[in-house]
């Protein structure tokens, strides 16, 4: 079994899922007592998203970096960046880590084209949404990807940051979510595209295929390590 390094803390919340679907996940498949071998670091989300609302990405990049460092340094086998909008900065920390990273976007890639679906709606930050580090890689594997609209874009942003990233969940902003999946008709899945927005939609609230990114970055990261 490989050992599994978790770069955690954006949010909590979402990296309290991946630690548990990676341990469910290994030890659904191996039984007995299994669980997964894995190491944990966690930043402050506070100064994270400070350096993200003024744009200081190579701040973010410096900590980031500095903690798949330690990451490296206690031997695990690959790394895995629990958030979506981090992985924007991947390009600038690879070059000085050897471990390589399980990437967020290839792995939800692989599952949607598993699924035979080929137009998706994107949800997740601003940053993700607008930006082309996530949207390409969805693309390059001919997925045609679709964002919200700006206002749509900016209730999205603000529900993951006031309220998922603080562990609240509201009925209200769910359905404001709902709504704005659903005006897409021509779209065959959506893609929860922060790892926080798993807590609030479920393939249960929707006829069309639920890409939940947590899930499948935690469950291909365990099929890994099982490999």
């Given at each position: ?11 909590w ?91 967020i976007?290839?792995?939800?890639a ?66 404001r ?28 609230d ?20 099982l490999?």
């Amino acid at each position: 079994m490989k050992c599994i390094g978790l770069l955690g803390g954006m949010s909590w919340e979402s990296s309290l899922l991946y630690y548990k679907i990676i341990n469910e996940e290994t030890n659904r498949i191996l039984g007995s007592q299994n669980n997964a071998k894995s190491v944990m670091t966690t930043v402050n989300f506070e100064e994270i998203e400070q350096l993200q609302s003024t744009g200081r990405w190579d701040e973010a990049t410096d900590i980031l970096l500095y903690h798949c460092k330690l990451l490296e340094e206690a031997k695990v086998d690959f790394i895995v960046l629990c958030t979506n909008t981090m992985h924007k900065l991947l390009p600038n920390i690879m070059p000085h880590i050897k471990t390589p990273f399980l990437h967020i976007a290839k792995a939800t890639a692989i599952k949607i084209k598993e699924e035979k679906v080929t137009s998706v709606l994107l949800l997740g930050t601003k940053f993700t949404m607008q930006e082309d580090f996530y949207k390409h890689i969805l693309q390059e594997e001919g997925i045609d990807v679709c964002i919200p609209n700006e206002s749509d874009m900016e209730t999205v942003h603000s529900i993951i940051y006031n309220e998922l990233c603080l562990g609240k969940i509201d009925t209200i902003s769910k359905q404001r979510y709902l709504d704005i999946i659903t005006n897409f008709l021509d779209i065959e899945g959506v893609i929860l595209g922060c790892t926080e927005i798993g807590l609030l939609i479920s393939q249960e609230d929707l006829d069309i295929k639920v890409f939940d990114t947590t899930q499948i970055h935690a469950k291909k990261a365990v099929e890994l390590a099982l490999s």
